[in-house]
């Protein structure tokens, strides 16, 4: 066989597996139909270890164990985004002290579950034509928690979004109350030590002036807000953004 007959072959058995695929995610939206019926969580751990073995003990040549293992993993995850998908409305909301990385864990977050991803500056940037830091530079702080409110109040009406939201977004109870009436609202704990000494300043207004050491005194207030607001709290030292990811989707699959 050429280079193209081999192609021909993997082009038959590709098509084989999209077949397998779509009637693998019709009946994991089926049970998850099932487990949302019931009250179960999407995510059963006992069960997913267990299934992922019994793919593994049916494999003939076991020099593909690690490449079948990554496959089914996937396979499993991208089951339980489709069941959250097709069994709730919710958004996913992270918030938590600048520098904790709700930008980056957002993004992929949505990016593994399949959801729409908006970041609340991001908007107001696009909005006013400056960054953050100019806005409060030019308008002040109580002009930009305005422009954070309206947007608030446009993006909580988002259906299936993972929203990545300013570090004094709970500051407000209004902002947070209509985060809150259809999301989970997930706080990234990362360790302020490792931000303080990691974090770019560099549009930062709240640290410009006064250095990245104000991050302890602004943790310190707002700690308890972060609490008060969430529904999960990810602690975050010596995690990778990947692992971060990885325990939220858990996580959010137990809620």
């Not at 779509?22 to 006992?46: C, F, N, T």
């Not at 990545?164 to 500051?171: A, D, P, W």
């Not at 490792?194 to 991050?215: M, Q």
Request: net charge neutral; glycine share 6%; aromatic share 8%.
């Amino acid at each position: 066989m050429d280079i193209n007959d081999l192609r021909n072959e993997i082009d038959k058995i590709d098509k084989e597996i999209v077949a397998l695929f779509e009637r693998r995610m019709a009946v994991s939206k089926d049970i998850g139909q099932y487990k949302k019926s019931k009250g179960l969580p999407l995510y059963d751990q006992e069960r997913e270890q267990n299934a992922l073995q019994s793919r593994i003990e049916m494999l003939g040549n076991k020099q593909f164990e690690p490449y079948l293992k990554q496959l089914f993993t996937t396979l499993m995850e991208l089951s339980k985004g489709y069941q959250f998908q097709t069994t709730s409305e919710k958004n996913i909301v992270l918030i938590g002290i600048m520098g904790s990385g709700k930008s980056s864990k957002g993004r992929l977050l949505a990016s593994r579950l399949g959801m729409h991803y908006v970041d609340v500056d991001d908007e107001i940037e696009k909005e006013q034509g400056m960054s953050i830091s100019d806005i409060f530079a030019k308008k002040g702080s109580f002009e930009f928690r305005k422009l954070e409110s309206n947007r608030i109040e446009e993006i909580s009406k988002k259906k299936r979004h993972v929203i990545s939201t300013g570090g004094g977004v709970v500051l407000s109870d209004s902002n947070m109350n209509r985060l809150k009436e259809n999301a989970i609202v997930v706080f990234l704990n990362r360790d302020i030590d490792e931000i303080v000494r990691t974090i770019d300043i560099a549009n930062r207004p709240l640290l410009e002036a006064a250095g990245a050491s104000k991050l302890y005194e602004i943790f310190k207030d707002r700690l308890p807000l972060y609490r008060k607001w969430c529904d999960i709290e990810i602690t975050e030292e010596n995690k990778s953004v990947e692992d971060s990811v990885n325990e939220i989707i858990k996580r959010v699959f137990l809620v």
